[in-house]
């Protein structure tokens, strides 16, 4: 039989066709297909060492027996613990499949190709893939001090008037400043009310200084979006939420997928978040392992940014390399180039014995043992 010609490949949205996806932190799977390396320690993705409450395994076993059935689509037992958690209504809750679903969520509702989308240099990548996704133009302000600049980002809104959204990471991914939460409120009181303010908080649990829920009883035009991926360790369901007005939130359901939380992830969430005490020692523990690895970043002459979230991000020469070398040990550390950070790793804060084979590998390659 003669061979069918090949189907022409449908071309893409323009913008999509040079969009690069998104890098995830390598998994400990994908590294030992590789190399063959089996004592693997994984500090590049952010998650919390300690596991999740033992809330959740007691309100996972219980939803065992009801897989066969679809969750509560409209999630109604976890928005309203999270109303009442931050005092708010249900109706300004919006539950997605993590954090990144709820981004994606609000670009889809609120921003078409004509429009533009406002973000720091050096804040989470994602960011810029969504503009490009919605064909939107996406204005990079440049950072200073690896730090959102908000004058510059009130600049760049004011002049530019087909902005329709601002993206404000705070504590930032993947530099770990912070902004003090009056700069934030004075930038929202400068901006055209008209433009949305989506505040990322992926790491506030591990900030709470942070916290800018009261911006939202201030400004219709303010979202908070946050995640049980980090804090509450349960990145491996993808649960995130959104806090804003009753008005956005509507539109974000009109275009939220059914189903979107699943009902594990629905049980453990709702139960993760009554448990404050594991939230606060998961946050004691972070703030003492990072001191500890900044003073052993500092005893091996080596630069880094001053972190307010469960990770560091630090200057070394030759970064590429020497990520190789500790993928070589069985230590995974996030590189930094697709930021344009080619000096720069960034490393999860994890538990002592892990931070310590950390530093007595990354010591021994500087040394040039272990090349």
Same mark, same amino acid.
């Given at each position: 039989?003669?061979?069918?010609?090949?189907?022409?490949?449908?071309?893409?949205?323009?913008?999509?066709?040079?969009?690069?996806?998104?890098?995830?932190?390598?998994?400990?799977?994908?590294?030992?297909?590789?190399?063959?390396?089996?004592?693997?320690?994984?500090?590049?993705?952010?998650?919390?060492?300690?596991?999740?409450?033992?809330?959740?395994?007691?309100?996972?076993?219980?939803?065992?027996?009801?897989?066969?059935?679809?969750?509560?689509?409209?999630?109604?037992?976890?928005?309203?613990?999270?109303?009442?958690?931050?005092?708010?209504?249900?109706?300004?809750?919006?539950?997605?499949?993590?954090?990144?679903?709820?981004?994606?969520?609000?670009?889809?509702?609120?921003?078409?190709?004509?429009?533009?989308?406002?973000? +720091?240099?050096?804040?989470?990548?994602?960011?810029?893939?969504?503009?490009?996704?919605?064909?939107?133009?996406?204005?990079?302000?440049?950072?200073?001090?690896?730090?959102?600049?908000?004058?510059?980002?009130?600049?760049?809104?004011?002049?530019?008037?087909?902005?329709?959204?601002?993206?404000?990471?705070?504590?930032?991914?993947?530099?770990?400043?912070?902004?003090?939460?009056?700069?934030?409120?004075?930038?929202?009181?400068?901006?055209?009310?008209?433009?949305?303010?989506?505040?990322?908080?992926?790491?506030?649990?591990?900030?709470?200084?942070?916290?800018?829920?009261?911006?939202?009883?201030?400004?219709?035009?303010?979202?908070?979006?946050?995640?049980?991926?980090?804090?509450?360790?349960?990145?491996?369901?993808?649960?995130?939420?959104?806090?804003?007005?009753?008005?956005?939130?509507?539109?974000?359901?009109?275009?939220?997928?059914?189903?979107?939380?699943?009902?594990?992830?629905?049980?453990?969430?709702?139960?993760?978040?009554?448990?404050?005490?594991?939230?606060?020692? +998961?946050?004691?523990?972070?703030?003492?392992?990072?001191?500890?690895?900044?003073?052993?970043?500092?005893?091996?002459?080596?630069?880094?940014?001053?972190?307010?979230?469960?990770?560091?991000?630090?200057?070394?020469?030759?970064?590429?390399?020497?990520?190789?070398?500790?993928?070589?040990?069985?230590?995974?550390?996030?590189?930094?180039?697709?930021?344009?950070?080619?000096?720069?790793?960034?490393?999860?804060?994890?538990?002592?014995?892990?931070?310590?084979?950390?530093?007595?590998?990354?010591?021994?390659?500087?040394?040039?043992?272990?090349?």
């Amino acid at each position: 039989m003669p061979k069918k010609e090949a189907q022409a490949i449908l071309p893409a949205y323009p913008s999509i066709e040079t969009l690069a996806p998104y890098q995830i932190g390598k998994p400990i799977e994908e590294l030992t297909r590789e190399m063959g390396v089996t004592d693997v320690i994984k500090l590049a993705s952010n998650e919390n060492p300690y596991g999740s409450s033992p809330r959740v395994t007691l309100a996972i076993t219980q939803e065992l027996d009801k897989l066969a059935r679809y969750p509560d689509g409209n999630g109604f037992g976890l928005k309203q613990k999270l109303a009442d958690f931050y005092e708010v209504s249900p109706n300004q809750v919006t539950l997605g499949n993590g954090a990144n679903d709820i981004l994606d969520l609000l670009a889809r509702s609120f921003v078409g190709h004509k429009d533009a989308m406002v973000y +720091s240099q050096f804040a989470f990548i994602v960011y810029g893939i969504l503009a490009k996704a919605q064909g939107a133009l996406g204005i990079e302000v440049p950072a200073v001090h690896f730090a959102h600049d908000l004058a510059a980002m009130q600049q760049a809104v004011v002049k530019n008037t087909q902005t329709k959204m601002v993206f404000i990471a705070n504590p930032n991914n993947p530099t770990g400043t912070v902004l003090e939460i009056e700069e934030v409120r004075n930038f929202i009181a400068n901006i055209p009310p008209s433009v949305l303010v989506v505040i990322d908080e992926a790491y506030v649990e591990y900030c709470p200084a942070a916290n800018h829920r009261a911006l939202l009883d201030e400004f219709a035009n303010v979202v908070i979006v946050r995640t049980f991926s980090k804090a509450y360790g349960l990145a491996g369901l993808r649960i995130g939420y959104a806090l804003s007005s009753e008005s956005v939130a509507e539109m974000l359901n009109r275009v939220r997928q059914p189903f979107n939380v699943s009902r594990l992830g629905l049980a453990a969430a709702t139960a993760a978040i009554d448990d404050t005490a594991f939230i606060e020692r +998961s946050n004691q523990l972070n703030i003492e392992q990072r001191r500890w690895l900044g003073s052993q970043f500092d005893a091996l002459g080596l630069g880094f940014i001053k972190s307010a979230a469960n990770f560091i991000m630090v200057e070394i020469d030759n970064a590429s390399s020497i990520n190789q070398a500790l993928l070589a040990q069985g230590v995974i550390v996030r590189p930094l180039q697709n930021y344009g950070l080619d000096n720069w790793l960034r490393v999860s804060v994890g538990t002592p014995e892990d931070n310590l084979r950390l530093i007595d590998t990354l010591r021994s390659i500087l040394n040039n043992d272990a090349l």
